[in-house]
């Protein structure tokens, strides 16, 4: 019989410290959708969409009651959205995403990622008109995600898109200010940005990937801040053993949830993402297993340490435990949507500058991030530039996901609900990078990128 | 396949005689028994054969879970993969 231990290990993890699959999404390419007319190829993407995910849900919902253990979202990705409708403008391409809304209202799933571009070098029309058209097709769906890629460590920076991606993500959030700029909550900005991520809201699925794929996202904030909290005083050595062992746990969960929904939809196994995916609830935090390590609040000196440390250690233990790793893998820090960040930042121990500094370190950037509404346009931009710059200097990913919250200041709060949470207004530097966002351009790939 | 039948609560009378009446009433097969406390819990662990069952796994499930409410008893039926996956290389 398996040991008594491991299997009440395992039921503690689910039931007392929030283990779960954050998400089974399926990638599904729209590349032979582009048809001769906007309507046209929006039916093809409804139908294709449809289709491909029929059972993506239910499939979803047996593997949750035969393991016990809860898959929290089931959601698509699909190819950029730019790529299929650059003949047609931007209209069409407002006309695109609600009908990838539709289809995931229909399959009832939570999100649906891709209406993206990539832009690192530069934009096509059709990317242009895709960028153009984010605000309006934030504001007129509910499900729908966007990312855009300005930068990467091959490219170097597009400092035109980080200009207007500033201009974008503010008029995004005017267009949903009565709902605290939610919008703003589903667009993203990346260097170096991944292909077969399963996380929103940059999930898409990347013209190198299969006809359809299953990738998954595990989560265990919870699991391992209670693990070092369980082994006391020792050592940092001890710790990341520790931790490295209780992510390997964690990632296997994954790692049979992936195969198992592959098998079922007879699709292909993509990745696991292995990534600390904190929620709102109280015990699914990524800033209180820093704090659990010995810091008195996240965003005290050695935070950097701490979060650098927890990141390495996560991808050592899940690396091992899947056949194949992907996406993000690490400790994400989103701010809305981690319940002892939110803490970190109402206290005031939690800065930009300590977040951008920990980006550096974490597996994607600043995330999640309300900063007050009347933020510029070039402020934005120069929040991003610094942000993608960390990026693509480390050759790693990084993003921006920032909410400029209309009508709001330093001390408000906006608030989502769901996985989305609530974020405290956080002060930034108001000084202008005016000139320097305007001089447009491109910033070149640093000299480590060349290493054929 | 098999399948591990978790029951924690409080302690009573009939608990084992309840869940195996349910296990032989669906056609799993009660391999192996266990007790051990966690904390204050007393917890019941079932090994069972679930090849022969004579209705859908996830309705098995469903009528256990409802079955430890109505005795203010936790009781998760999960496939025996996850514990395999999770502690074994």
Do not use: W
């Not at chain 1, 029929?54 to 898959?71: A, F, H």
């Not at chain 1, 790529?83 to 799933?109: H, M, P, Q, S």
């Not at chain 1, 999640?368 to 993608?388: F, L, Q, R």
């Amino acid at each position: 019989m398996i040991n008594t231990a491991d299997i009440l290990e395992t039921i503690n993890m689910i039931r007392e410290e929030n283990l779960d699959i954050r998400t089974i999404t399926m990638g599904v390419s729209l590349l032979d959708c582009a048809a001769g007319s906007p309507e046209l190829t929006a039916a093809k993407v409804y139908d294709k969409i449809t289709k491909r995910a029929e059972r993506l849900v239910s499939v979803g919902e047996e593997i949750e009651k035969q393991y016990g253990v809860p898959i929290v979202n089931k959601r698509i990705s699909v190819t950029p959205v730019s790529l299929i409708g650059g003949a047609f403008g931007e209209e069409a391409y407002v006309k695109l995403a609600e009908t990838l809304d539709r289809a995931a209202k229909n399959l009832g799933v939570n999100f649906i990622g891709g209406f993206s571009a990539l832009v690192e070098k530069g934009a096509t029309a059709g990317a242009a008109q895709l960028i153009r058209a984010i605000p309006e097709a934030l504001s007129k769906t509910q499900l729908v995600c966007s990312s855009v890629n300005v930068a990467s460590t091959k490219a170097g920076i597009n400092m035109n898109a980080v200009s207007e991606m500033g201009h974008i993500i503010k008029e995004t959030a005017r267009l949903t200010a009565e709902r605290d700029a939610i919008g703003c909550a589903k667009l993203v900005v990346f260097a170096n940005v991944p292909q077969d991520n399963p996380f929103m809201a940059g999930a898409f699925h990347g013209v190198g990937e299969p006809e359809c794929v299953i990738n998954v996202g595990v989560s265990g904030p919870g699991v391992v801040s209670s693990a070092i909290r369980r082994a006391g005083d020792c050592d940092l050595s001890a710790l990341a053993e520790l931790i490295k062992r209780t992510a390997f746990k964690i990632t296997r969960v994954g790692q049979l949830v992936a195969g198992e929904a592959a098998k079922r939809l007879g699709v292909p196994f993509g990745i696991v993402d292995l990534s600390l995916a904190p929620t709102p609830a109280v015990g699914d935090s990524v800033a209180r297993i820093l704090e659990e390590m010995g810091l008195e609040v996240t965003g005290a000196h050695g935070t950097t340490a701490a979060l650098a440390m927890l990141n390495d250690a996560v991808k050592k233990g899940g690396v091992m435990a899947s056949s194949q790793v992907g996406g993000l893998s690490g400790a994400f820090i989103p701010v809305s949507e981690d319940e002892g960040m939110i803490a970190a930042v109402r206290g005031g121990s939690l800065t930009i500058e300590k977040l951008e500094a920990m980006t550096a370190v974490c597996s994607v950037g600043l995330d999640m991030i309300a900063v007050p509404g009347d933020t510029s346009e070039a402020v934005i931009a120069g929040v991003i530039a610094d942000e993608i710059s960390i990026g693509v200097a480390n050759t790693k990913t990084t993003a921006v996901r920032l909410i400029p919250a209309p009508g709001k200041t330093v001390g408000d709060e906006v608030s989502f609900g769901g996985l989305l949470g609530l974020a405290p207004v956080i002060r930034l530097n108001t000084a202008s990078p005016a000139r320097f966002i305007s001089r447009g351009g491109r910033i070149p790939a640093p000299i480590h990128s060349l290493k054929n | 396949m098999k399948a591990v039948i978790s029951v924690t609560g409080r302690d009573n009378v009939g608990i084992i005689a309840g869940v195996s009446a349910l296990c032989a009433e669906h056609g799993a097969n009660i391999l192996d028994i266990t007790q051990s406390v966690l904390s204050e819990y007393f917890a019941m662990i079932m090994l069972a054969e679930i090849d022969s069952l004579n209705v859908p796994f996830s309705q098995f499930v469903d009528e256990l879970a409802d079955y430890g409410r109505s005795k203010a008893l936790e009781i998760h039926t999960m496939h025996e993969d996850i514990f395999n996956t999770m502690h074994h290389i």
